[in-house]
């Protein structure tokens, strides 16, 4: 499994992760900031007094646990929630829970609220108030009932004891006695008072099941609201951390679902396992005031003339077992800087004392002209229309040894021109003049694209990255291969400088040199102390422009703040 392909999101979208966390996190702690701590107290009740039962039954501990959902049902309805806050005088109430403990019969009403002392009146009046409403409350009439049944008990339970002390009393003097008669007299006395002591029992138990301490159907508080001191919440740091990790966790997704709706390549495996060929070349983007530069000419201290420079022994090595006549330079779509990779490789290969023959085969959209400052009034169309000869219509470029063939006035029917007999003989006459025929071609989205591939010894493909669309490179390689075309390489270009170091893994050639030596460069409207070629020397060109060209008859390096040259017509 490559992970490399679901950690490319997290990557390439870290800055909206960062700032996803950051938002939710700095948000979560100015709401905390605003919050007043929280209280929280609670009061517990207990059903009947079968706690206190030496021998409680089954029956009367199931019956206790129905008696405390329905209470703790009645103490979360609204009958006690008003009778609560008319007692205390109060509006509202803060919120509460009253709740049946598992496998008991007590109950719990826990209150939260931002003022302590608040917490614990509503705790405390709210147990008041549910035993009021429970059998054991003070009801009118009540209370003579009980205070007589409670004098009955008393009495009989001074009874109850005097008669057990009279039996244990017998029972004593039974042991002693030696007459049958004295014996069977004292014998009939204590099943007298055993039968007594039972009748006393059983009156006892039936008025005690009617008082309060006996009923099972009985609410008493067992333990108080206590006033906190300690506030339960709000945890602000759990509360930032949580917030910020959902923040986390959306923008993850949000980088996963762009990756997804986003179809552009985005790494150099992805490109080749969509293309099938290597990655040769890699090129930065290059900063330049100009884009229409050449700047392995221009700046040849500039970083990104060394990565030219890589991608022109790439290049030799690819052909070392076919050597190369014919290279076409394309791309899937438009505005990927082929022109500017075909123009710039070109000077390059030529600085290795080879003739090279720069061909503008884009008829469409013609762009060569621009790069090395000649007209595009007199080009390759011109010899379709049989009005010039190929040898009528070459320029040499004089800052090394490389022709060009402009494209000349588009044509209305491009596609079929490149696609005829003539332009095979063309590409014929041109490899014998040269060592090597660079052909700028046209994207793939029109036909002429296969048309020229189909022609040439390879093909060297110019993709951006987050540019060049994934599908956009599955039709173009379904056109090459039905063309029969080879695919030389691919080259990346505009790459960041970052992401250039991390797919090289080199450091960044600027790195290499020193920035006096080329962070200037751009920077037109200055002399400076460096080799210059026409056209790019200003002066140079301007005499062009004013239709009296000049070239070198000889150079002279001058020391100081100007170039001294000597100037021919």
């Given at each position: ?33 605003r ?12 059903i ?5 039962d ?11 646990r129905?008696?405390?959902q ?18 205390l ?59 007589f ?6 009495n ?14 017998l ?7 030696d007459s ?10 204590i ?29 008493s ?19 930032i ?7 986390l966790s ?13 179809d552009?390549?985005?790494s150099?495996e ?9 990655v ?30 890589s ?18 330079i ?8 082929k ?44 010899v ?7 040898q ?5 470029w ?41 052909i700028?071609g ?15 010894d ?6 951006e990255?987050?540019?060049?669309r994934a ?16 695919i ?5 270009n505009?790459?960041p400088?970052?992401k ?12 290499y ?8 460069i ?6 400076r102390?460096r ?6 020397n ?14 070198f ?15 021919r017509?």
């Open positions: 499994m490559d992970l490399n392909k679901y950690i490319l999101p997290i990557r390439r979208w870290w800055w909206l992760l960062v700032v996803a966390t950051l938002i939710a996190g700095v948000s979560s702690y100015l709401a905390t900031l919050q007043p701590p929280i209280y929280q107290t609670m009061t517990t009740l207990m009947g007094q079968i706690i206190a030496p021998n409680p039954t089954g029956a009367e501990f199931n019956l206790s129905q008696l405390a329905n209470y703790a049902e009645i103490a979360n309805r609204e009958p006690v929630r008003i009778a609560t806050k008319e007692a005088g109060l509006n509202w109430l803060p919120e509460y829970r009253a709740v049946a403990l598992p496998n008991g019969q007590f109950i719990e009403i826990s209150v939260t609220d931002t003022v302590p002392e608040r917490a614990q009146a509503v705790a405390n009046e709210l147990a008041r108030q549910l035993v009021l409403r429970s059998p054991s409350g003070d009801q009118s009439g009540e209370q003579d009932r009980q205070a049944l409670q004098t009955q008990l008393d009989l339970q001074v009874q109850i004891t005097d008669t057990e002390e009279e039996i244990q009393n029972r004593i003097l039974l042991g002693e006695m049958a008669r004295q014996i069977a007299d004292t014998r009939s006395q099943a007298t008072l055993e039968a007594k002591l039972t009748d006393l029992q059983g009156i006892y138990s039936g008025l005690l099941a009617n008082t309060q301490s006996g009923a099972v159907n009985s609410l508080v067992i333990e108080k609201a206590f006033l906190p001191d300690q506030p339960v919440g709000p945890n602000k740091l759990l509360t951390i949580l917030s910020a990790t959902i923040g959306f923008a993850v997704l949000a980088a996963y679902l762009l990756e997804y709706i986003d552009t390549v985005k150099p992805e490109v080749v396992g969509l293309t099938g060929s290597p040769i070349g890699y090129l930065s983007e290059q900063h330049l005031k100009d884009v229409n530069t050449l700047f392995v000419a221009e700046f040849p201290r500039h970083p990104s003339v060394e990565e030219i420079r991608l022109r022994t790439n290049l030799e090595f690819a052909g070392v077992d076919q050597p190369l006549k014919t290279l076409l394309t791309s899937t779509d438009m505005e990927v800087g022109t500017s990779v075909a123009a710039n490789l070109a000077v390059a290969i030529s600085q290795t004392e080879k003739n090279v023959i720069l061909l503008d085969g884009d008829m469409r959209r013609p762009n060569v002209h621009n790069f090395y400052g000649f007209p595009n009034n007199l080009g390759l169309s011109d379709f229309r049989g009005e010039f000869n190929i009528d219509i070459v320029k040499d004089p800052g090394g040894s490389v022709i060009v063939v402009t494209a000349g006035d588009p044509p209305p029917n491009p596609a079929e021109l490149l696609g005829s007999k003539k332009m095979s003989q063309i590409l014929d006459y041109l490899t014998k003049l040269s060592d090597l025929v660079i700028d046209p994207p793939f989205i029109v036909a002429d694209a296969p048309i020229l591939a189909s022609k040439v390879g093909v060297l493909l110019v993709i990255l987050g540019q060049t599908p956009a490179i599955r039709s173009m390689m379904e056109q090459i291969n039905r063309s029969g075309a080879k030389i390489g691919v080259v990346l505009r790459l400088t970052k250039l170091a991390y797919y090289t893994g080199n450091l960044n050639y600027a790195s040199y020193s920035k006096n030596d080329w962070e200037d751009p920077k037109r409207g200055k002399e102390n080799f210059s070629f026409w056209p790019f200003r002066q140079a060109k301007s005499e062009m422009d004013s239709g009296n060209p000049r070239v008859e000889e150079v002279d390096f001058i020391e100081g703040d100007s170039d001294g040259f000597s100037w017509d």
